[in-house]
């Protein structure tokens, strides 16, 4: 056999062992079995001297082909062997759940909104949703809110351009209406989302700020009730020792309407013996009929309070813009 002929089979068996190993270990011995020391290749580089003069530079260079030949298809085996030895030997499951937590945490507003949801899911409430752009039937005229109620001032409320109906709703209490509409009593929802009113900005006021709405319909609600839950709410929300008054008020929704205000060791910190944070009251008449429950079967309470007002309340904060400025030095401290 010439010395070309041994070539082609070396060079085909050690392509065929690159192929086969299977993994880092075995393609190392397949490289010592064809380029090693005593590999079957190295050992017909060692024959090259040997050769007639004539026949040397073809044959070495058939060599050098077939040896880079071989060394690429060892590099791209080994890639491809380490690729996989670098992988996860069982299959990756996405939806376990993480053992670590994730960086970040939940904002100040979003953690005093998930622990208000969680007291009233214990007194069974759920959670209900509305449109941010409502019309003023939801907003205004279904709450009994007369057309000349300041609230529904252009220099209150943000009306969409183009002389619709449309409107950036003024409180949650929108959804009352909402709910109704769609379902029968009983109902007990609590409505979290963002409200939209034209003040400008200062330590107290924002022009979009989160509110959450209570609603409570079924046969003799009475403002027992009312209190009863609200007292329960606030309590595990910022610690037994707070107390709460409830101050004769008007709202057009409901009668008779209450304010609701504070007290609490924080409050007399910040300078005030009492703090406003919700309106309530038993709903009106007139409200049940716009939705076509019975006023005479149906009895219930609503209230609305501002979740910024609460989270200043129990972390001590002085400014409500703090909230919208994502500040990390801030966030990071809850
Ligand atoms: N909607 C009122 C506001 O924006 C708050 C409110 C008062 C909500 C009385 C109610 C209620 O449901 O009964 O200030």
Redesign the pocket.
Known sequence: MSFLDQLEPVREAALKSFAEAADLAALDNARAQSLGINGAFTALLKQLSQLPKEEKPAAGKRLNETKNILEAALAERRGTLELSASLPKIATDFSLPGRRRTAGHQHPLTQVTDDIVKSFRKLGFVVADGPEIEDDHHCFDALNTPADHPARDLQDTFYLAGGSRSLLR??T?SV?IRVMEKQPPPIRIIVPGRVYRRDNADATHNPTFH?I?GLYVDKNVTVSDLKGTVEFVFKQLLGDEVKLRFRPHY?S??EP?YEIDFSSALVRKMGKDWLEIA???MVHPQVFKNVGYDPEVWTGW???FGIERIAMIRYGITDIRMFYQNDVRFLSQF
Do not use: K
């Open positions: 003024t409180h209490s009352q509110q709405e709202f929704y409901t309407s309106g309530c009251g609503a209230f609305g």
